[in-house]
């Protein structure tokens, strides 16, 4: 079965997933947004495991258990600090993909994402989107069977909106370079 990419708005800590992924830092220290609303759902245990990692840097991300939440892990991705930098693109893309393996590593069949980067981090959704959705789709394409479905979890509407609609061009791209190819 060919995974599905999913996109939802609304919190990321009430998606139904193996795998969580927290919008963390490099401290792995629990902070604001996502990482505000993992701890105040899925408890200090959490954290407190994050501690004894002691640090992830930009572009990486390292896995914990999930404590009260559902999920089995919570994957703690730490996406870069917007500059404008071709190194941005890289390292938003490779936290992605490092998610996706460890959901490899893990046996977790399923994976949600926030908008890594986009809320203190200041990246421009309308880039993160294409980034985050392009990375997802290459990692696919290498692991067909790798997952079952990615959920996007997107807080608010014009963010929701932002990721679906790089989603439906990245498949419009790919109807048309098969056409082509057909054609040529
Ligand atoms: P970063 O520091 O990587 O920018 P943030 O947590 O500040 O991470 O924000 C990342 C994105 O997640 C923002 O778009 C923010 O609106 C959104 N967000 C905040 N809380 C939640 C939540 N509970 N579920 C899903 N998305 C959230």
Redo the contacts with the bound molecule.
Sequence with gaps: MAASIEFIQ????QVAADAIVN???SELEA????????LKAGGASIFEECRRIGGCPPGSAVATGAGTLKAKFVFHA??P?YHGREKDVEQLASCHLKCLDLALVKGCRSIAF??????????P?AEASVIAVGSVHGWLLNHPDGVDRVIF????AP?FNAYRSAHETRLKMVEQEKKRRAGG
């Design positions: 609304g919190d990321i800590t919008a963390a830092n902070g604001s947004g996502v990482c505000g609303a993992i730490v996406g600090v926030p908008a890594i980067s986009t809320g203190v981090y200041g990246y959704v979890a997107l807080f608010d963010t």
